[in-house]
């Protein structure tokens, strides 16, 4: 059945959400954008409200809540303040939702519980400097030693390099081409072997670090292997969907913020009717975006494809984001 309707419960999560991000996000936005810092207070705040743990079971210290949620959560925190947005998706989808998806029953206690409450941040990585886009072609590699692999190659453009605690990395574990030849490992910040590269400097979202992850001969454990040998790819696919989820809500709460704005801007000024034409169409634009990011994260949320659905979304939303700043 086609209903258009947020059902109460998102509808009551979305005014809490809301609440939080412009009670304690938005105070601290301006100046972490400003200084390029680490937005502590916001991101402490949403993982005191269960914001880190939105789509973890509550048998793991989550809040157990569904894909729809997760987008309006996101959708909320970026109205305020969009580096605090993405740190929390990123750590929710690509970040977590691998071990909830292809985790087995040991490593979801042992990390689900710690990721959900803010314990640790998440991250996930994948691009490299000669592979982005095309994933399978990645080069870094994992060598069967004794007991579990040794890790070596460089990760590129990784958001909450430096502050995760731990990382969803993918390497190359076998000679096999392409993507047949991917796995999927957890990765502790901690692990000996593991480094901070390159901090890149970005035209907006300062406050959400963006860096190098260099890894020399690190060593993990076969039980912190992800999935099977070779199901790498499957991995980081099925994670990016879910990503394309949050990414379209953050790219909404940008530009409502956008909406808002203009708004308010032009309610002070002598209006002329060129302006409601211009509010109009801007107002258009977003909720056709709207529809398109909730329905694909309605699919998700009933367990029926939505693949293709999201990437649309994460096209549209983030295009009209750009459109309306």
């Not at 954008?33 to 048998?59: C, M, N, Q, T, Y």
């Not at 400097?129 to 030693?145: E, F, M, N, Q, W």
Request: proline residues 4%; negative net charge; contains cysteine.
């Amino acid at each position: 059945t086609l209903d258009l309707e947020i059902a109460p419960a998102h509808a009551s999560f979305r005014a809490a959400v809301r609440e939080l991000a412009q009670g304690a996000v938005l105070p601290h936005a301006e100046a972490v954008d400003r200084d390029h810092r680490f937005p502590e207070e916001a991101v402490k705040a949403a993982a005191e409200a269960s914001l880190l743990g939105v789509l973890i079971p509550r048998e793991y210290g989550g809040a157990g809540l569904d894909a729809l949620a997760f987008a309006i959560c996101i959708e909320e925190l970026a109205q305020a303040c969009a580096s605090t947005s993405v740190i929390v998706d990123v750590h929710t989808s690509v970040g977590s939702e691998p071990i909830l998806l292809f985790g087995t029953e040991e490593q979801k206690r042992k990390w689900l519980p710690r990721l959900a409450s803010g314990e640790l941040l998440g991250a996930f990585a994948l691009t490299e400097p000669a592979s982005g886009s095309d994933a399978a072609s990645l080069t870094s590699s994992a060598r069967r030693s004794g007991g579990g692999y040794v890790l070596n190659g460089t990760k590129t453009f990784i958001t909450n390099a430096g502050r995760a605690g731990l990382y969803v990395v993918f390497a190359r574990s076998g000679p096999e081409e392409r993507a047949a030849g991917v796995t999927a490992f957890l990765v502790p910040s901690d692990a000996p072997g593991l480094r901070i590269g390159q901090v890149f400097k970005k035209m907006g979202l300062h406050g959400s670090p963006t860096a190098e992850i260099v890894l020399e001969d690190v060593e993990v454990p076969v039980e912190n292997r992800l999935g099977d040998e070779g199901q790498g790819f499957t991995v980081a696919m099925r994670a990016l969907d879910s990503g394309r989820i949050g990414i379209s809500g953050q790219a909404l709460g940008i530009a409502q913020a956008a909406v808002d704005e203009s708004r308010a801007l032009l309610a002070e000024s002598s209006r002329e009717q060129g302006d409601d034409f211009l509010l109009a169409d801007m107002a258009t634009r977003l909720e056709s975006a709207r529809l398109l990011a909730y329905h694909a994260a309605w699919l998700c949320s009933l367990g029926r494809p939505f693949t293709r659905q999201a990437s649309m979304a994460k096209l549209h939303c983030t295009d009209t984001a750009m459109q309306l700043a």
